[in-house]
């Protein structure tokens, strides 16, 4: 892998290509707002939204500054909206604005759904492929990850900070009770119910964070896609809820119900086992230590969902901030760069030779890098749908209810649940 030196040196020299015609590259504004420059005048600046926080916003903002570094004549000002879902509501408030938009943002694809129709959105494809300052050279990111940043088929996104699910265990725990790390669902049953049984009680054996992810990859492992088709009272589905309604009602699975997170009762011993985001490893790492040995291993099924957000573009800028931006989208999910995101945050490698990478693999800050390669084998995302982004969330709501009611019919439960998902996708 080249130096971080190099790669500078690299993005340096395209510099100087983008700046050769100095300030008179701000005139070609005039030729069209769909016309691709490739210079960037002095003073260049881009506007970038974004909800990262903690070790994740400094490793952002080092990056920044290190493109900067290599880029002078770009200026990018990170704007921090605090969370996802403050996120999210800005950019909705903003889009009957579009001079108010930044350049560039963080989002899911689902919440530009509607933007990407009114045509708000810059095809990234078009930057990608252009024979002056497209990918060239550069790593191509992954498939399964670049189709998950599309809409309609349109690469409107770049995949940068990804993450999986992975499972998280009890070393100690799964010693002591006797398992074996579960590789199937069936297994993960199993374990979990030994587990509770010979705690006496005391310990639940496992948990899923995300409801809707659970639903959802649950789904696509039976081979039923999340779409305004499903059938919530399909067979498939009433096996993928009563797995873990019938686990819940018997002790040996919990849900994260007012903790939000199942870290927390796991730091605590109270849950042997999780499923959740591999960008929370910080957190049971950081909780565990001192207390028990913490492992990783792949989500225990074939099929896993890639989610995190990916960077879209408004057609509201210039196009030298346009330009601009590519640049520094490339920067960011270049392989030297992706290293250091990886290592920093937690978030998973968007390029495969990161993820293959010695320097990735064996590094000793985290367990889940020299797993995620098994984790990450065949990966899918939410479609991209009108109404997709708040039937996702939905789905939250009920599986969140039949969980929290196991004492009632599950049937009927479901039955119930159907015109209130319906009334979602039809809106």
Not at 29 to 46: H, R
Not at 336 to 343: G, H, K, N, T, Y
Not at 352 to 375: C, G, I, M
């Amino acid at each position: 892998m080249k130096s971080k030196k190099l790669a500078f040196a690299a993005v340096a020299a395209a510099t100087l290509v983008l700046g050769a015609c100095g300030n008179n590259g701000s005139n070609d504004s005039a030729k069209g707002s769909d016309e691709i420059v490739t210079e960037v005048p002095k003073d260049t600046t881009v506007t970038f939204w974004h909800a990262m926080n903690g070790a994740q916003e400094e490793a952002l903002t080092k990056l920044t500054d290190e493109f900067m570094e290599a880029n002078p004549n770009v200026k990018v000002e990170l704007q921090n909206q605090s969370q996802y879902s403050d996120l999210q509501a800005k950019i909705n408030s903003t889009l009957p604005s579009p001079k108010d938009l930044p350049t560039i943002t963080q989002a899911y694809p689902g919440w530009l759904w509607n933007a990407a129709q009114d045509e708000m959105l810059v095809d990234l494809g078009e930057y990608i492929d252009n024979d002056t300052i497209g990918w060239g050279d550069q790593e191509e990111i992954r498939s399964s990850l670049l189709e998950g940043a599309q809409i309609d088929g349109v690469q409107y996104g770049i995949p940068f900070n990804k993450s999986t699910e992975m499972l998280f265990y009890n070393a100690d725990l799964l010693k002591e009770y006797g398992v074996e790390v579960p590789t199937t669902l069936d297994e993960l049953k199993e374990a979990s119910k030994i587990i509770y049984e010979k705690s006496n009680g005391s310990v639940v054996g496992a948990g899923f964070d995300s409801l809707n992810n659970y639903y959802a990859i649950g789904m696509k492992n039976k081979g039923v896609d999340f779409n305004k088709d499903l059938q919530l009272d399909s067979d498939e589905s009433k096996e993928v809820i009563n797995y873990y309604a019938e686990g819940v009602k018997d002790g040996y699975f919990r849900i994260a119900g007012s903790d939000q997170y199942l870290s927390g009762p796991f730091a605590n011993e109270q849950v042997a086992m999780f499923i959740g985001s591999i960008a929370g490893e910080g957190y049971v790492k950081k909780d565990t230590e001192g207390k028990f040995e913490y492992g990783v291993s792949a989500r225990p099924e074939k099929i896993n969902l890639q989610q995190g957000t990916d960077l879209y573009m408004f057609t509201s800028a210039s196009p030298e901030e346009r330009t601009a931006a590519f640049e520094y989208m490339k920067f960011l999910t270049s392989p030297e760069s992706q290293l250091e995101w990886a290592v920093s945050t937690g978030y998973m490698p968007v390029v495969q030779s990161v993820l293959d990478s010695d320097e990735y693999k064996n590094n000793p800050d985290t367990k889940v890098a020299s797993e995620l390669s098994e984790a990450t084998k065949e990966l899918f995302s939410i479609p991209v749908i009108e109404n997709a982004d708040s039937a996702y969330n939905e789905v939250r709501s009920i599986m969140e209810n039949i969980l929290s009611n196991t004492d009632k019919d599950t049937d009927k439960l479901i039955k119930d649940s159907i015109p209130q998902l319906e009334d979602v996708w039809n809106q």
